[in-house]
């Protein structure tokens, strides 16, 4: 693999220096700020790649050097990341060994870099306690988490201790996709076609995003944010599915469930942040603006699955489509991300 990285850091110094780059669209003047932006940990490297839900390419630019990452955020006007492991899950060494490791690149250039938590989500009490360490000690503004552990759901009060520390610190869980367990794959997603095309209807063709749609729905259901009224949870992918079918399940389906004290509309607009990442249309957006305020509508790319160039078009196409105020771009840009985790620029 070794000779494959070197002859994709050659190519990134290529393009970095203009070649088989499309031309960069004329820049809003407003900062923008990205919350979805991922890095890979050599601890949990072997974990990913056998996995087999990523590419080798993928795989090198999430451990690329700094240096690239900002490279590649001037190019497309991003002034600062909030970098998170890519989803996995992990035990209490493991995580806090990628924790401190992510704590390493932030510091060398905080002007640029923040730091999402990444929790061991199978020992709920130790992560509770790894976000305290993370937010305390480290500066994290918070905890990016895979939407499920091992196929799991958090909407078992055995994983509340992560919920109730996101509380008492006053910080956002951002909730991740993460890619389908076996189990999964097999009975949600194999049929008369092949493996590849199975995978991809379980990840960013489809799974990632109705399974983390499906996931916030659990926990409203399950009374987690009755428990915790003030919990900030972060949905990215222009809000997981949910935007588009909010109207119906509140219409229909809501009325049957077990009563709760605050209802999924009130969550929806009080408890919920959204980014807009890896979608780059407007009609996806315009979707997302129908069902949640600008004020909690946050700029993000999903680096590098996504591409921060594509972004920056989507930003600028956005910019001048008329859909949104100037301020209200402004606070998508960057200015929600620096009121929710207190960032300077």
């Known amino acids: 693999m070794a000779t494959f990285k070197v002859s994709w850091y050659l190519l ?6 203009g070649g088989f780059t499309r031309a960069s669209p004329v820049s809003s003047g407003v900062p923008a700020i990205t919350l979805e932006e991922h890095f890979l940990d050599a601890v949990f490297e072997p974990q990913l790649v056998a996995a087999n839900q990523t590419s080798e390419w993928i795989v090198d630019k999430l451990i690329a050097p700094s240096t690239f990452r900002i490279q590649q955020m001037d190019e497309a006007g991003i002034a600062k990341q909030v970098i998170s492991h890519a989803p996995v899950n992990g035990n209490v060494t493991a995580c806090q060994q990628a924790n401190n490791d992510l704590h390493a690149i932030v510091q060398k250039n905080t002007d640029r870099f923040a730091g ?40 078992n009060e055995t994983y509340w201790p992560m919920f109730s520390q996101a509380v008492k610190l006053n910080v956002p869980i951002y909730l991740h996709p993460v890619g389908p367990t076996p189990a999964m794959v097999q009975d949600e997603y194999s049929g008369s076609y092949n493996k590849v095309t199975a995978n991809l209807l379980g990840t960013q063709g489809w799974g990632w995003h109705e399974l983390t749609g499906l996931h916030f729905l659990r926990l409203f259901a399950s009374g987690v944010f009755d428990t915790f009224p003030s919990l900030k949870l972060i949905m990215g992918h222009m809000g997981e599915m949910v935007p588009f079918q909010l109207d119906r399940i509140i219409a229909v389906a809501e009325p049957s ?57 989507f930003l600028q196409t956005l910019a001048g489509s008329g859909i949104v105020s100037k301020g209200g771009f402004e606070d998508i840009s960057y200015r929600n991300a620096m009121a929710l985790l207190n960032l300077t620029l």
């Open 116 to 155: 999402w938590c990444l929790l061991p989500v199978s020992q709920p009490a130790a992560a509770g306690e790894e976000l305290a360490r993370c937010v305390t000690e480290l500066g994290f503004v918070g905890a990016m988490i895979p939407n499920h552990d091992n196929g799991r759901f958090y909407d």
């Open 12 to 17: 990134y110094g290529y393009l970095a220096l």
């Open 257 to 313: 469930w077990e009563p709760r004290i605050r209802n999924l509309r009130t969550v929806w607009d009080d408890n919920i942040w959204v980014t807009t990442s890896g979608f780059f249309t407007l009609p996806a957006f315009r979707c997302l603006i129908a069902q949640k305020s600008t004020d909690k509508i946050m700029y993000s790319v999903d680096w590098p699955w996504g591409n921060n160039t594509d972004g920056q078009h």
